[in-house]
Structures are given as C-alpha cells and as structure tokens.
C-alpha cells in the first residue's frame, strides 16, 4: 500500500487572515487501489485557524491590536448606517416635493396653454338678456349668479305671484328664500311672459317638472324657436315618465329649440353665498353646450360640458328619489354603516338603469336579419360617476340643506308624508319622481330594491321599519 503526499491549498472554506496558516499546511491524500478511498484529510501544522478554538492568549499582541483596529473599522459603517437611520429623511422627502412642484408647474403651463388656444370670443359679452322661469330658490340663485357676472346684463325673473315680484324689485331681495340676501340691482322681477321672453339670448328653466308642461304651454307663443333652454329643474314626469329634455319641446311644438341640461352639486343657498362648486352642462349640439359653458363659468363656479343629456338629467332625477331613502335611514338611526350601504347600493341601481340597453326581437331565432326593437336609455357610466351623478348624490344624501333628504328623515322619524308636505315650502321633487321611476324600470326590466322600497313607503304600502327587514332579507348575490 502505497501514500502519495500531495501539496495542496486549503479548501475555500479554510480561507481566514493568518496567512502564515495557508502557507505552511499540508493536505494528505491516502490512496487505496484495492478499496474505496477515503475522504480527503487534512493535517495542518498549526490549529490556530480554527475559530472557535482560538483564545486571546494564542494570539501575538501585534496581530491582536491589528484585529482590534479591523473590527472598529468594520463596525464603523454600521455605525453610520444606524445614525442615518435615526437622522431625519431629508433628501427622499426633497425629492418628493420636487416632483410636486414639477407636476403643479407642468398643470399651470398646461392651463396657460388652453387658454390662449381656446381663446375664443365671450358668449357672456354678447349676451344682453336672460330670463329665468320661476322664482325658486335655484332660479333665484342662478339669476343672481349671473347678473353678478356682468353688470350691464338684464336678467329678468317671471313669476305668477304678484307680492313676491313687488318685494324682488323693490326691496332687491326674495323674501320667501332669501330674507338675508340682497340681489343685484339688474336683477327685474315681473309677471308679464311676452316681456320677460322679448328679445332674451337665454332662458332658464327652474319650474318644478310636474307643473313645467302646462306651464309651458301657456306662454308657448312668445318663445322665439332659436331661445336656448337652460333646464334647473331635475325629475321625471309623473304620468309620462318624460325628462326635461322632452318635455320643454313637446310643451313649445318645436322639437328643435335649443336644449342645455344644468346639474351637478350646487344648493341654492351655497351659492348664493358664493361659494365655490362645479357643475355640468349637457347638450347635443356642442357649440350651445360650451356658450352656456362661457356665461356660467367664474371663480366660483366650474362648468364641464357634456354631450351625455340623458345620462345628467336621469342621475338628477333619481338622485332625488335616494336622498328620500338617505333620509331615512338618518330618521331611523340605523348608522353610518347603514347609511354608505344603501347609498352605494342605490347609486349601483341608477347605473344600471341609465345605461340600459335591451335588445327585443320577437323573430329573433327565425331569422338572423329580422328586424331589432332597441329600447335603451344609453347614458354613459362616467356620467353617472361624475359631477351630475355622484357630486350631486353625495350632496343630497349626506347634507341636511337636502329637501329629499328632509323628508326622508321625517318619514323615517314617524311623520306621515301628507304632514311633511303641507309644511314645506319648497318641492320634494323626489316625492313624486319615485312612482314614475319604478315605471321607467319596469319599462327596461330593470331591478331597483332600494328606490323600489322608497315608492312603496312614499304610497304608504310599507312602513320604513319593514323596507328594512325585506330589503335585508333579499338574497345575497354577486355584486355587479
């Protein structure tokens, strides 16, 4: 049997700093050739590389000073790792302001930019006169918001109530909604249809929708067919289930007048107080949509224009029939949990009704090219999420200054509907919406629990407490 000694490095894992070790070891091989060989053994001529057996006293004085000074040097970063650790964060909180300030510098050129490429002319200059129809507290507010505009403009409300025109043109104040607000000195009130609409550039609709057809009618014959409606008023016709939209054409026998719905988050009161909000024009014809656009627009007053009309004038009026059931649950003291459920849950269910689209063919398996009957409402979902329909639904479900929401508290708080109205002075308009809304969704075959449940207590069918149960007995489904 034979031994073959070999020179060899130390293993990797032998590396370590006395290099005296690595330059005197020796590795011996043991070779077998009848059998299996062995593992590799090592014979080193000194045990001072091996950690956990080396002492302090095995260690030259030199080489443990030198170790010494290796560990401070060592702990040195981790040191300063740790004081950087505990110092403030100044430079990624630096940075982050920067690009801040890069994002607000880059939206201030990019509004300077529009303006002067969109710097067309003023529509609010060349507008002499506007009339609002109907002496409400919106329309109030609405003429008082654009006389402000523009000093030399005539802004002319007609009313039928004799006293209340006299207190607006002599006292400058409507004294039935805004006792503490003086109205601007061009602002005129009258009774007189032919004078109020002769020679007017816009005409702003603010007549409760239920009384807004006869109305209509009846001064029909001194509307020019090219005056512009600005409809204020939100809500579904009772018995015909006609929007705004529809109603004001059919009601003047001109189904070209000029048509502009106005929604979005704005009670009358806010606004007059001048506080600032954002709203919504909506038209067909874009041009009209972005004239109204320049005589709203101010510095407290923010204008989007849209094409969508069915989309703003059908969340503007179902919102009305939710602030109904927000109401409620308030009077109710069901919670705040209570109260974001069922306004999500009522939001879901004018999506879906406003962007339905059913498709009818009674042929359809005869014959692939038979004709199609499309019954849609067609509004846009970023309609609904938008100023007209989740501004004004948060607005009217959540602050008490809501009328709907009013009468919702007070119907949930025990009150009979018929008590609540004859003590208002303004219009709910949600009270009378509710039955025609149940209407439109049966039209479209489309479930609504919520709004469902509020016609139902609004027709004295079911106490709130027992909308509550049914509705949380409903089965429980996928979220769509």
């Not at 057996?53 to 040097?73: G, H, K, Y």
């Not at 109530?161 to 002599?170: G, H, K, R, T």
């Amino acid at each position: 049997m034979a031994a073959l000694l070999l020179e060899l490095p130390p293993p990797p894992f032998f590396i370590c700093n006395h290099h005296q070790f690595l330059s005197s070891s020796k590795t011996t091989l043991h070779y077998f050739p009848s059998k299996i060989p062995p593992p590799l053994t090592f014979t080193p001529t000194t045990t001072r590389c091996f950690l956990p057996t080396v002492t302090s006293s095995s260690i030259p004085e030199e080489e443990e000073e030198e170790e010494e000074e290796e560990e401070e040097e060592e702990e040195e970063p981790h040191s300063i790792a740790v004081a950087c650790t505990n110092a403030p964060d100044e430079r990624p909180q630096q940075d982050r302001r920067k690009v801040v300030q890069i994002a607000w510098e880059k939206l201030v050129r990019w509004s300077r930019s529009w303006r002067s490429k969109n710097n067309k002319t003023d529509h609010l200059e060349r507008t002499n006169k506007v009339v609002v129809l109907g002496g409400g507290s919106f329309g109030t507010a609405m003429a008082a918001h654009v006389a402000y505009r523009k000093s030399n403009l005539e802004v002319q409300i007609l009313l039928r109530d004799p006293l209340l025109c006299q207190s607006i043109n002599e006292k400058h104040c409507n004294c039935k909604y805004f006792p503490e607000h003086k109205l601007p000195d061009n602002v005129i009130a009258t009774t007189n249809a032919k004078a109020a609409l002769l020679g007017a550039d816009y005409c702003f609709h603010a007549v409760p929708v239920q009384f807004s057809s006869s109305f209509l009618e009846g001064i029909a014959e001194y509307v020019d067919p090219g005056l512009p409606f600005i409809s204020l008023s939100k809500g579904l016709e009772l018995n015909t289930l006609r929007m705004m939209s529809q109603i004001i054409p059919q009601a003047l026998g001109n189904p070209y007048q000029p048509f502009v719905s106005l929604s979005g988050p704005s009670f009358a009161l806010e606004l007059m107080n001048k506080l600032p909000t954002a709203m919504v024009v909506a038209s067909k014809d874009k041009k009209l949509a972005h004239a109204t656009q320049q005589l709203l627009a101010s510095s407290i007053l923010r204008i989007s224009t849209s094409r969508d009309v069915t989309g703003v004038e059908i969340a503007g009026a179902l919102k009305n029939v939710l602030a109904i059931a927000a109401g409620i649950v308030e009077g109710m003291n069901l919670g705040n949990n209570s109260m974001a459920a069922l306004v999500a849950q009522g939001c879901t269910e004018i999506r879906w009704l406003a962007t339905k689209i059913w498709v009818v063919s009674p042929v359809l398996y005869l014959t692939i090219s038979s004709p199609l009957l499309i019954l849609k409402m067609g509004a846009k979902p970023a309609t609904i999420t938008g100023l007209s329909g989740t501004g004004d639904i948060m607005l009217t479900c959540f602050v008490n200054l809501s009328r709907n929401r009013t009468v919702g508290v007070r119907l949930g708080s025990g009150e009979k509907l018929d008590d609540i109205l004859s003590s208002m002075n303004q219009v709910a308009e949600g009270v009378s919406t509710a039955g025609a809304v149940i209407a439109l969704a049966q039209k479209y075959n489309v479930k609504m629990p919520v709004l469902t449940a509020v016609a139902r207590i609004i027709d004295n069918e079911l106490t709130p407490k027992k909308a509550v149960l049914e509705l949380m007995s409903l089965p429980q489904v996928e979220e769509v």
